[in-house]
């Protein structure tokens, strides 16, 4: 099975601060991985990332991806209530996306 | 106007029940998916559909059926709805190319099953 793990499941902080999210999985070969934000029911789509060590950026959101490791991180500075959400990481593999269970992140003022 | 649009938003029905969970897309995708969320254990995929002939199934399609109508509509159905398949619905749709393959997904259908 191609299990994909999140950590933390949840995390709460203030306004301001820097959260970094961890999503690693177990297989070597794939095609891509991804980032979504659920805030109220649809995941949206953030980030997609294929070669490691390239950062993506979009504002205060960036990602990067250790295919050595195994890992990718989701980072957001200057947090804001706005962030406040579930995010999701997938692996693709083949024709299929496999999800983590997501980080639940709360900003509070 | 939603690129994936799913029906109902929400369904309450009970245990032996058949209910359908309908799924429409106007982004031209040739391929299309269903998840179930739930707590704790993040999207699983029930079955997938490359072409209006092509039916998979994924890691949890039992007492799940599916049907492509269309390019643009997929419907998940329940033959005999019980308590353990609560959860909140998701219908996606991807491209089907190679590289740079993303799902977009629905706003959901949230089933309770009493």
């Known amino acids: 099975e191609d299990k994909v793990v999140q950590s933390p499941l949840s995390l709460v902080v203030h306004e301001g601060d820097t959260v970094t999210l961890n999503c690693s999985y177990e297989?070597?070969?794939?095609?891509?991985l991804l980032w979504y934000k659920q805030e109220k029911k649809a995941p949206t789509f953030l980030f997609m990332l294929?070669?490691?060590?390239i950062e993506k950026k979009s504002g205060r959101l960036s990602s990067i991806l250790d295919k050595k490791e195994l890992f990718s991180i989701l980072n957001i500075t200057a947090t804001q209530t706005g962030d406040s959400a579930v995010y999701l990481c997938?692996?693709?593999?083949?024709?299929?996306?496999?999800f983590g269970t997501g980080t639940s992140l709360t900003v509070i003022p | 106007d939603a690129d994936v649009t799913q029906t109902p938003r929400n369904r309450i029905t009970k245990t032996g029940k058949r209910i359908m969970l309908e799924c429409s897309q106007t982004k031209g995708h040739d391929r299309m998916y269903w998840y179930r969320q739930d707590p704790g254990l993040g999207l699983r995929l029930i079955y997938y559909?490359?072409?209006?002939?092509?039916?998979n199934k994924g890691e949890i399609s039992d007492g799940y059926s599916v049907s492509r109508q269309a390019q643009a509509k997929f419907s998940l159905s329940l033959e005999s709805a019980i308590p353990n398949q609560t959860a909140l619905y998701f219908c996606a749709t991807s491209e089907g190319r190679a590289t740079n393959e993303k799902l977009f997904f629905g706003s959901g259908t949230q089933l309770s099953v009493l």
């Open positions: 559909s490359f072409d209006v002939k092509d039916i």
């Open positions: 294929t070669s490691s060590g």
């Open positions: 297989v070597t070969n794939f095609r891509s």
């Open positions: 997938a692996r693709r593999h083949g024709n299929q996306f496999y």
